[in-house]
């Protein structure tokens, strides 16, 4: 072979393993979650799994997968390895922040993030019933559940939902009067509320008994809507 084809060669050949590489990390990233992927799947590896994809979202690098594909293959069944509970806030979807897709996480929302009895009984599910080994508390810098929390706002059914963020102020030490003009106090008392939710979940037997055995991990993140970038608080 004269050389520059040589040269060419082995440039075309070198191009198509690294094309081949970063298919098999998509491929692997795009594999729908199977009751032995779970079953395999430690806590802390969960964990890694979600950190390693709010990676990639921060690069603006996340997989590419064939969505319909995964809906094709987890039509049967299900068996996600975490569990999010998150706001509603339209810029913290955990789906594209943690780069995950069809059948890999619950996501259970509202307002807040904060623990109630149902959120508690839908993670008792997610977990004991469904095998997610890992529960994220996530929750997000100028959150306008936790400003109005702080501020006392009323409004219909919005009162009785603000009532159970109350408590991570009322837990804080501050000057002055609260108000949601405190920009730091408004990170605070979101900080303090994921850690209270947390505590909520470690606190509950189902989950205390699977985090015991190892079987669960629960964590709490901050995400930041100015970078996309998450915290990890616990
Ligand atoms: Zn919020």
Redesign the pocket.
Known sequence: MPPLDRRFALKAAAALAATASTAGVAAATCAVQTAASQAAMTPAAALQRLQDGNARFVAGQPEHCDLLEQVRQTAGGQAPFAAVLG???SR?PPELLFDQRIGDIFAARI???FVDDDMLGSLEFATHVAGAKLIVVL??S?????KGAIDGVKLGHLTGLLAKIRPALGALKYQGVASSKNAELVQRV?ERNVQDGVARLARAPVLAKLVQAERLKIVGAMHDLGTGRLTWTT
């Open positions: 706001c509603i806030d913290v307002a807040g993030n929750g997000h100028e959150c306008g559940a936790i979101a």
